[in-house]
């Protein structure tokens, strides 16, 4: 059984650029979520994904925006990046949406925004 | 709004049994849920609640009490690898995480 994976594992950006961040989720898994974790903070909820249709989402601007694919995959996008964008990126699999208080993350992506 | 409140650091000896507590400002959530987070690693699952009480699995309990708006993670005969922050987590149409506790464990 494989478990989620994300890529990259680092990335730098300039302010202003665009991001396109992916996740596999675990097999058997039709729901993603995303999460931003500042350093010493908790993963704050950017949104869901439930067999590719977005199925609640915390308090992010639209410049954050998701797809889920036929294959569970996912992607996260952010336009216009700003230096607070700088963090670590985890998704999480789950086997339903009603399952969603068992999350199995990824190891994440770190990204930093100079 | 919905938060959660955790204590930011805890300190407990070796061998000995330490409570990490949570309190919510949040109704209508399905249940309450404990995540372990190693530094530079991913969060692990330990353990939901979605109804009042005590779940128990293995050296680690968790209880939650929807009238007090409280819940607590219970770890017993630590170990030094439980060195590590934990976060609860209310599941709504969205998951809430609380900043977490650092647990810190003496020998």
């Known amino acids: 059984e494989t478990g989620v994976t994300q890529s990259p594992t680092h990335l730098i950006k300039t302010r202003g650029q665009q991001v396109t961040l992916r996740c596999s989720s675990q097999?058997?898994?039709?729901?993603v979520s995303w999460y931003q974790q500042a350093l010493g903070q908790g993963p704050q909820f950017i949104f869901q994904y439930y067999r590719e249709e977005e199925n609640g989402r915390g308090n992010f601007p639209p410049r954050f925006s998701g797809l889920q694919f036929p294959n569970y995959s996912s992607e996260l996008n952010v336009n216009a990046l700003e230096l607070d964008d700088s963090a670590l990126y985890l998704c999480?699999?789950?086997?339903?949406?009603?399952?969603?208080?068992?999350?199995?993350f990824g190891p994440g992506t770190r990204l930093t925004v100079t | 709004g919905q938060s959660l409140e955790q204590p930011s650091e805890v300190t407990a000896v070796e061998g000995a049994i330490v409570q990490i507590n949570c309190t919510y400002q949040?109704?209508?959530?399905?249940?309450l849920s404990w995540y372990q987070q190693h530094d530079g690693g991913a969060p692990t699952f330990l353990s939901y609640n979605a109804l009042d009480g005590l779940e128990e699995t293995g050296r680690f309990s968790s209880f939650l009490s929807r009238s007090d708006s409280y819940g607590y993670l219970l770890l017993q005969e630590l170990q030094m690898k439980d060195s590590a922050s934990y976060f609860c987590a209310v599941i709504l149409n969205k998951i809430i995480f609380g900043k977490g506790t650092r647990l810190h464990i003496l020998p």
């Open positions: 999480a699999s789950s086997p339903g949406a009603l399952s969603s208080y068992e999350q199995y």
């Open positions: 949040t109704s209508g959530f399905y249940g």
């Open positions: 097999s058997g898994h039709n729901t």
